[in-house]
């Protein structure tokens, strides 16, 4: 179990790395292209992913088309809106209002599947909407689109996991992760002709970036191989550490000590939401774990 955790931890790092590098291309390239080469250079790992008795054809026909669609849909618009919240904002500040998504799948399980949430789980939504206000502080500073985006990846993230824990069972690996690239791959390509810049000065970072991310894919892949996805989710939040000592080492990003607090406050009630989550539905147990967006 504890090489299962090293690796997630290493995944996730990965993950890390790849979403700073998303932020270091994001003066330079339009977000369309940073998406489609990220997207196209993430495929090289995750062909790894794929089990024996899997075929490359799965990608192509799943057994539930129109719930697959919209798993694909939410996974290129999040992947989208994150690329837009790194490129805007302290990469610290926009993992702590990415790690809103358990928050959504709450809210969106009682209105949606009709679920049942006791009053432990509206409290964790509470606090961690507290800690969106100490993070951004409206009023205080300037709201920028890289706000918006990253809560627009949170909700697409939790769409994801809502759409996961109906299909999971019933698609194989291969076509939940491969389709969500090529979709990335072929949406990307087409929105960024008319804006398409000379990506060459730039290639060893989409290069980079994108193997990192792949690199991730994989690592939570193998990960689940030696440890319970139920262990395995909690450490994505390290990637909020993650950020920060990228933040400052890269770009000299500094959250002043409310924002921390906010931060700590989102973490607190995602790990409480996600540990409700997994006692009340056991959705963990039927949902193939990769990144939500």
Known sequence: MQIGILIAFAGYFAFACGDATLKALGDDLPIYEIGFFTSLFAILPALFTKRPEDNWRNVFVPNRPFLLSLRVLFGVVGMLSAVLAFTTLPLAEAYALIFLLPIFVTVFAAIFLKETIGWRRWSAVVTGLAGVILVVRPGFQELVPGHFAAISAAICGAGTVLVLRMIGPSERRVTLIGSVLLGAV??????????????????????????????????????????????????????????????????GEFPDATAYAGMALIGASGLFTFIRERKMTRWWQRTPLIRNR
């Open 186 to 251: 072929i949406f990307n390509g087409i929105l960024m002709v008319p804006t398409f810049a000379d990506p060459m000065p730039f290639m060893g970072l989409l290069v980079f970036g994108g193997l990192c991310i792949g690199l991730g894919q994989t690592g939570l892949v193998f990960a689940t191989r030696f440890a319970p996805a139920s262990y395995v989710a909690p450490v994505q939040y390290s990637q909020i550490v993650w950020a920060a000592v990228l933040g400052a080492l890269f770009f």
